[in-house]
């Protein structure tokens, strides 16, 4: 078995563990998924070197959480998982690395959970070059550390050229909930005004540019980033918040309409309000997409009650993740389990799910 082994030892206090092996291949071969030395060299140079932390130091099949330091937490555990595939591997604002820890930690966070341990399984195409691994992995330890959560114990698999795209990594993560924290789209209510906390589309204008489809002469960043500490004080401002969704693939569509469809009722967008930048509404109306569908890393939506929404702006729009933030509609008793926007020139038009896939492979 090709496994990446770390164990969690916070409360034992034990010195990190540092194998001696190390890599002298340029690039990956099927060897390094042998179980043998190739594979341990892998792990203990790459890996275990780049996520080394004081939650590691012994070898085992699992990582080992003390439950009173959960419990101190909060009363119930978040448990998620993602897997990404994203192409290219590297694109302006962000990389596959960066992209599998902000999207675990974000998935934890939309739930009101305090993201704390992550898993990380690798699977990896014979003949990547072991620099490239070497940044991947030097990326995500940085993402983790931003994020405030430790790579626990992962899992490394080398598969046939040609059977994946360089690498593919699947996170596990866990949080904690804080008791009394009950967010969720079946708690959204009629007047309930719906925020977002930046511009839309940035991640998938990002990764389109980057595969050459594009000659933006401003290129866009993606929005790749951690959401928690903006959810934890909005959460503080507008204690009724009902319902936060990040809008990852499938964009503000998609997320909208889980919610309204969940929740049994209509939501009413304003166009007007929605935040874009001109660069990505601009390439929009030349290739013919959608920007509400398209993916973002590091924007959410947050159904908040209408008393408490302008706390709830002013606090987003004080730090750098909400800065550009914005009300943007409002749940309905209208047209349930239905998105109606209500365009710039007066019209009104039903904002579906999206059918089909406007970017393969943005996530």
Known sequence: MNELKNNKSETSGATPFRRGGALKADKITMAHGSGGKAMRDLIDDVFINSFDNPAMGEMEDQ????????????????????????????????????????????????????????????????????????????????????????????????????????????????GVIPKGTNIGAKQVRPGDKLLVNGVLGDHGAAILNARGDMALTSPVLSDCK??????????????????????????????????????????????????????????????????????????????????????????????????EAAIIGEAVEGHSGRVIMQSSFGGKRIVDMLVGDQLPRIC
Request: hydrophobic fraction near 45%; include cysteine.
């Open 226 to 323: 951690p959401l928690y500490e903006l959810i934890e004080k909005l959460l503080v401002a507008a204690p009724g918040t009902s319902s936060i969704r990040d809008a990852t693939r499938g964009g503000l569509a998609s997320a909208v309409n889980e919610i309204a469809a969940t929740a049994g009722l209509g939501v009413t967008l304003n166009e007007d309000a929605i935040p874009l930048r001109k660069e990505v509404r601009g390439f929009c109306e030349i290739l013919g997409l959608d920007p509400l569908y398209l993916a973002n890393e590091g924007t959410l939506v947050a159904f908040v009650p209408a008393e408490q929404a302008d706390d709830a702006l002013a606090v987003m729009q004080s730090l750098d993740a909400g800065k």
């Open 63 to 174: 990582a080992r959480i003390d439950l009173a330091s959960l419990q101190a937490e909060g009363d119930r555990l978040a448990f998620t998982t993602d897997s990404f595939v994203v192409d290219p591997l590297f694109f302006p604002g962000g990389d596959i690395g960066k992209l599998a820890i902000f999207g675990t930690v974000n998935d934890l966070a939309v739930g009101g959970a305090k993201p704390l341990y992550l898993t990380c399984s690798m699977i990896i195409e014979e003949g990547l070059e072991i620099d490239v691994l070497r940044k991947v992995a030097a990326s995500m330890r940085a993402a983790a550390d931003l994020s405030g959560v430790s790579i626990v114990t992962g899992d490394t698999k080398v598969v046939d050229k040609g059977a994946c795209d360089k690498v593919f990594i699947n996170t596990a993560g866990v």
